[in-house]
């Protein structure tokens, strides 16, 4: 059964609250509180909105009215969507970041948050429910690597070869490497003959998505192990 576009039971666990908090606790130096900080500011005093989020917000307008939240932050007070130099004032979103700030991810995962996340969710029907959250752990997986030759004017040769890291399943890394591999074969210069190029790069993004649509998902849910898959998709063979 395919999973709805928009609907309530599409969500899943929203996990880069935990990570965040993991990498701080592995790599940062910085007080949890400081990194928040900016975030909390410019939702509490508001940002111009940009070119590219004006035509976001341009594409939904019937999405935006129905949803309570999506209205009392993207619309203004005449009902009327953000425009490009408007300011976009997210007054609920500053309120949760000020409480990771203080409470750090504990506080999206377990208490008011969560419970209220549940509340919503079930109210438009879905199934996301608060222990979903209390249950949530980050896994650290290793990235997937793939390399590719480049034209290059710089080196003896003309060409070079760059390793390229991704991120693993279920993100889309995996598509990017997909993509690159497709672009990169035959050697292309765009210097000589960017339509060319620009074909190439066209053709890979579209064998790419339909790869995607094919076989990417859950990694404990392939029909095959994680790393054959990846081989399959990246190797030469497929490549071509």
Known sequence: ???????????????????????WKSWGRLPWADLLAPAVSLAAEGFPVSWRMGRVLARYPALLRADPGLRATYLDAEGTRLRAGQTCRPVALGKKLAALARGGARAFYQ?????????????????????DLHEHRSVFADPYALEIEIADPTAPTGRNVLRVYEQPLPSQGLLLLVMLGLASRGHPDPLRDPFEELHRQVESKKIAFAMKEAFFTDPDRLPLGERALVEALTNGETMR
């Open 111 to 131: 208490g008011r948050i969560a419970d209220e996340l549940e509340r919503g969710v079930a109210a438009a029907g879905g199934a996301l429910a608060a222990a």
């Open 1 to 23: 059964m395919a999973v709805p576009l928009r609907s309530p039971l599409s969500g899943t666990v929203p996990g880069c609250v935990q990570a965040w908090e993991d990498a």
